[in-house]
């Protein structure tokens, strides 16, 4: 959706599909990602504790059900605005419903999902490694792998700031519409298994 009003329909229409209870008022903060160590979700909890009243925080993905459940104990116990809804078909409806996109992983090669927000004008915030670090420079935030105040901050700017984030959703747009698509990644590793089979 291109404005706040649009945004706040889908974002309501969602967060009532997802069994979610919150203030369809507060902006959304989303999160697409597994649900495994290498995520660092409780880094995540952590920093939207902090930001508790702010913002209704959204968590898309499945994965480890224990990790889950501790999540969910975590956010609980210190009174985190996170929401773990598990899979989603919808995830390009819930980038648009999305003020900003948050993904604290500890390493990444290059996150899909992290181009999919880049396309969707969602502001993006990550931690600075692998390959995000190149995907969203000069675009998105980067901040320090399990650096629960600086994730805080980071988003806590994007949130108070309408100005920031259509400046960082329109930079975004632009650098997704040169990055490859699914298509374009996938003739490239046909290419290079094609000249190792050729090689061989």
């Known amino acids: 959706p291109a404005d706040a009003a649009e945004r706040r329909v889908e974002r309501v229409r969602l967060l009532r599909a997802a069994g979610v209870v919150a203030d369809a008022d507060l902006p959304l903060v989303l999160t697409v990602s597994r649900v495994a160590p290498q995520k660092d979700l409780p880094v995540l909890v952590d920093a939207a504790a902090r930001l508790s009243g702010r913002c209704s925080w959204v ?4 994965g480890d059900t224990s990790l889950t459940v501790q999540l969910r104990d ?8 996170v929401h ?3 899979r989603s078909d919808v995830v390009e409806q819930w980038l648009r419903a999305a003020e900003v996109f948050v993904l604290p992983s500890r390493w ?5 999902v992290v181009q999919e927000a880049m396309a969707a004008g969602t502001p993006v915030v990550t931690t600075d490694v692998g390959g995000l670090r190149d995907l969203v420079a000069g675009v998105g935030t ?3 792998p399990g650096d629960v105040a600086a994730l805080a901050e980071a988003t806590r700017e994007l949130l108070a700031d309408p100005g920031l984030r259509t400046a960082g959703s329109r930079r975004a747009r632009e650098a997704a519409a040169h990055l ?5 990644m996938t003739r490239e590793w046909r290419g290079w298994y094609a000249e190792l089979v050729s090689m061989t």
């Open 59 to 62: 968590v898309v993905g499945s």
């Open 74 to 81: 975590r956010a609980a116990a210190a009174g985190a605005p």
């Open 84 to 86: 773990l809804v598990g």
């Open 108 to 112: 990444e090669a290059r996150a899909l």
């Open 142 to 144: 980067t901040v320090p």
């Open 180 to 184: 490859p698509d699914v298509e374009d």
